[in-house]
């Protein structure tokens, strides 16, 4: 069972991604039992096959970096697990997917990054609205991840606005009020 990052800790994780190969249409493949994580596309063409399963709360459903989120928002409040997959290092459109999702749609479930996730990218991924890190199968040791949760605790307060902290630090901070000069 991999380990994942999750709500701040490292812990065992018996979900299991479901990808596609290139020739491979999602109308025809089995899945396995248990809980899942099927591609939108998937989703899509068996919602209601899938519906029951989602609802269960043993199917999430994952966005490629090119997905849409507004195609899965009509069904965001049935799905316990939505995974935004990050196919390389450079690619940071699931840092946007994962704003939307949690700022435009008010996705309030388990937001999961999958696939190319690194250390780098943790708090990052944190302040976009990211609970869950999964880096590829084999990425990390268990003591690699543990030493990354660690590391997180370096950084303090963001300055910026962030999916997570809606306002900026000049507008968390309270200052006490200003001294008035004696004429």
């Known amino acids: 069972m991999p380990e994942i990052i999750k709500n701040g800790r490292v812990q065992q994780d018996d979900w299991q991604v479901v990808r596609l190969a290139e020739d491979e249409s999602g109308g025809a493949i089995a899945l396995p039992a248990g809980r899942v994580i099927v591609p939108l596309g998937l ?3 068996r919602r209601e ?11 999430g459903v994952w966005l490629a970096a090119g997905d849409d989120p507004a195609a899965l928002a009509p069904d965001l409040l049935r799905l316990q ?11 940071g ?3 946007s997917i994962a704003t939307l999702l949690r700022t435009r749609y008010g996705y309030a479930g388990e937001l999961r990054a999958i696939g190319e996730v690194l250390r780098d990218q943790f708090d990052y991924l944190g302040r976009c609205g ?9 990425r990390y040791t268990p003591a690699q991840l543990q030493a990354a949760l660690a590391s997180l605790a370096t950084f303090g ?9 809606p306002q900026p630090l000049f507008r968390r901070v ?10």
């Open 81 to 91: 697990l939505v995974a935004v997959d990050f196919p390389k290092f450079a690619d």
């Open 130 to 138: 990211f609970d869950a890190l999964q880096p590829a199968p084999g």
């Open 49 to 59: 096959a899938l519906l029951a399963r989602a609802e269960a709360g043993v199917l």
């Open 93 to 95: 459109r699931g840092y």
């Open 174 to 183: 309270t200052r006490p009020a200003a001294r008035q000069e004696a004429a």
């Open 157 to 165: 307060s963001p300055y910026q606005a962030s999916a997570t902290l």
């Open 43 to 45: 989703w899509l063409s």
